[in-house]
């Protein structure tokens, strides 16, 4: 589970980086950093121990 966590940060924080890169999508950007923030912090909160 901890490694699809992760893969879903990367993939987030790739889309960011595209969104900064082409200008496009500027509410998509703060929405996919909010998200992988939550995912962090799921992470961090059921890690292991």
Request: charged share 10%; glycine share 14%.
């Amino acid at each position: 589970m901890g490694r699809i966590l992760w893969l879903i940060i990367v993939v987030l924080f790739a889309f960011w980086l595209l969104g900064l890169i082409f200008k496009i999508g500027g509410g998509l950007i703060h929405l996919v950093l909010v998200v992988a923030g939550i995912i962090f912090i799921i992470q961090l909160l059921t890690g292991r121990r």
